[in-house]
T-cell receptor
Framework: KAGVTQTPRYLIKTRGQQVTLSCSPI?????VSWYQQTPGQGLQFLFE???????NKGNFPGRFSGRQFSNSRSEMNVSTLELGDSALYLC????????????FGPGTRLTVT | GNSVTQMEGPVTLSEEAFLTINCTYT??????LFWYVQYPGEGLQLLLK?????DKGSNKGFEATYRKETTSFHLEKGSVQVSDSAVYFC????????????FGAGTQVVVTP
């Protein structure tokens, strides 16, 4: 079974721009969670989607948004990028969420200049 | 709220040494507990899990036992290899977390030949 895939793997953007990151979960998994990883803050939860519905959201500004499609693929969008948004963005999929184990993709490394 | 505390790294060991990484947690309800490993430039890999008290998770020579009385989930390996050099994350999730894994800060392990 193919693992979680994320595209693109690397991105360089300028302050003020917006960016869209994509995540394809493991086949059959319907829950997708997103995390931001930085050296200073560690791993922080952004949001979780299940069946196209956001079920949980972390403590991030409204510039961070996401969605999930009917095939369970998910995207996250960051508008009006700031230097502090530079991070590794990880998505993880699980069967139905809850306390299921989550399987992570390789991440998208976003650099904001 | 939920929280996870891990011992700080880096932990530097010689090959074939015994490894212990301490992890304690605070959680509402009865969490499921996980250890993830992250190699340089990669996403997180699920190493092992335990879903109830006294469960022992094991994989690739690593073990951890869910201790409810001490709220701990320490990771151990009897004989480390250079290839075990990575960052290890302890994490928990509860039934009301809605897809949000709570991570510890991570412990870097460096194994020298």
């Amino acid at each position: 079974k193919a693992g979680v895939t994320q595209t693109p793997r690397y991105l360089i953007k300028t302050r003020g721009q917006q960016v869209t990151l994509s995540c394809s979960p493991i086949s059959g998994h319907r829950s997708v969670s997103w995390y931001q990883q930085t050296p200073g803050q560690g791993l922080q939860f952004l949001f979780e989607y299940f069946s196209e519905t956001q079920r949980n959201k972390g403590n991030f500004p409204g510039r961070f948004s996401g969605r999930q499609f009917s095939n369970s693929r998910s995207e996250m969008n960051v508008s009006t990028l700031e230097l502090g948004d530079s991070a590794l963005y990880l998505c993880a999929s699980s069967l139905v969420g809850g306390v299921d184990e989550q399987y992570f993709g390789p991440g998208t490394r976003l650099t904001v200049t | 709220g939920n929280s996870v505390t891990q011992m700080e790294g880096p932990v530097t060991l010689s090959e074939e040494a015994f490894l212990t990484i301490n992890c304690t947690y605070t959680a509402t309800g009865y969490p499921s507990l996980f250890w993830y490993v992250q190699y340089p430039g990669e996403g997180l890999q699920l190493l092992l899990k335990a879903t109830k008290a006294d469960d022992k998770g094991s994989n690739k020579g690593f073990e951890a036992t869910y201790r409810k009385e001490t709220t701990s989930f320490h990771l151990e390996k009897g004989s480390v290899q250079v290839s075990d050099s990575a960052v290890y994350f302890c994490a928990l999730i509860t039934t009301d977390s809605w897809g949000k894994l709570q991570f510890g800060a991570g412990t870097q392990v460096v194994v020298t030949p």
